[in-house]
C-alpha cells in the first residue's frame, strides 16, 4: 500500500477525518494504478487527508472488487471498477461473492478508452468490409489474437463475430504484449489492440490498422474509421473506468465525493495526463453511471453466452 498525500487536521465530526482507503483490484503499474494514484493525488490534497493507494489484485479483480463491496459503507473506502470485475464477470463466473449493483453506490465515471482493429501486413485486406468479406469467403481461416479468454478485446473480437457475421478463431495469449507480439510475428493474423501499443506499430506498417471500436471517431487515431462506419453499423466496443463506494454509504458522502472527483477530472493536468494514457476522462453523475453498469451487464450478457465463454 503507497500513502499519498499529508495528514492535515480537522474536525472530528466533519468528513473526511481519518486516511481514505482507495482499492484499485489490479497490480501496480497497470492503466487501472495509474488512474487511481492521478485520482488519489488530487484527492488527498483536496480533501486534506491521506489517499491510500490499496492494490489488491487477484481472480480477475474479483477480490479486491469483494473487499471493496464488503467494507463499510463510510466513505472511507473507495473503488476503481472497470468494465471487467462489474460487467464482464456476472457472466464469467458462476459464483461471484458479490452483486455489481446490489453491493456499489456508483460515484462518477472516470474515462473510457477503446481498441483498435489492426491484421498484419499478410493479411491481404484494407478495410473492414474487405476484411468481412474475406472471413465469410474462408470460414474459420482467420484468428484473431487476444489477452486472454474474457479479457476485454476478446469480447470486442466476440462482438464483431456476431454483429458481422463471420467465423474469426479467437486465439487467447498470456496478457497484452505477447498477444501483439503475436500478431506482428504473423502467428496471428488479427488483434484488437490496446491504442496505445498498437498504434505505434501501424504508424510504423508493421501492422495495418483497420477501424477503431469507439462510438466516434478519436483526435489520437484520427485516420481510422469506426469500425461502425466501416461496415458494421451499431458495433461499439469501449471499455471504461469508474470509482464506487460500497452500497448504503450516505448521499451526502456520495455527493461529496462525486463533487471532489467530478471537479479533479476536469483539471487541465489530470486531463492531459490521461488523456496521454490513452483514456478519455469524462465524469458521470451517480445516476448515469449506474445507468451504464447495469446497461453494459446485459450487453456482454448476450455476448458471453452467445459465444459461450466461460472462465469457471
Known sequence: MIMLGLACPVGAQSYPSRPIRFIVPNPTGGGAD???RVIGQKLAVNLGQQVVIDNRAGAGGIIG???AAKSEPNGYTLMLGYTANLCFAPSLFSKLPYDPVRDFAPVTLVGSTYYL??????????SVKELIALAQAKPGKLNFASNGNGQGNHLAGELFKIMAGV???HVPYKGGGPALAAVLGSEAQLIFGSTLSTLVHVKASRLRGLAITAANRSAFSADLPTIAEA???GYEMSTWMGVLVAANTPRELVA???AEIAGILQAADVRQRLSGDGLEPLGSSPTEFAGLIKANIAKWAGVIKGAGIRID
Do not use: Q
Open 167 to 169: 467465423n474469426l478463431i
Open 65 to 67: 472488487t469483494d473487499l
Open 117 to 126: 482493429l489492426a491484421a498484419h501486413p499478410s493479411v491481404p485486406v484494407k
Open 34 to 36: 495509474l488512474v487511481a
Open 256 to 258: 461529496k465525493l462525486h
Open 231 to 233: 461496415g458494421v453499423p
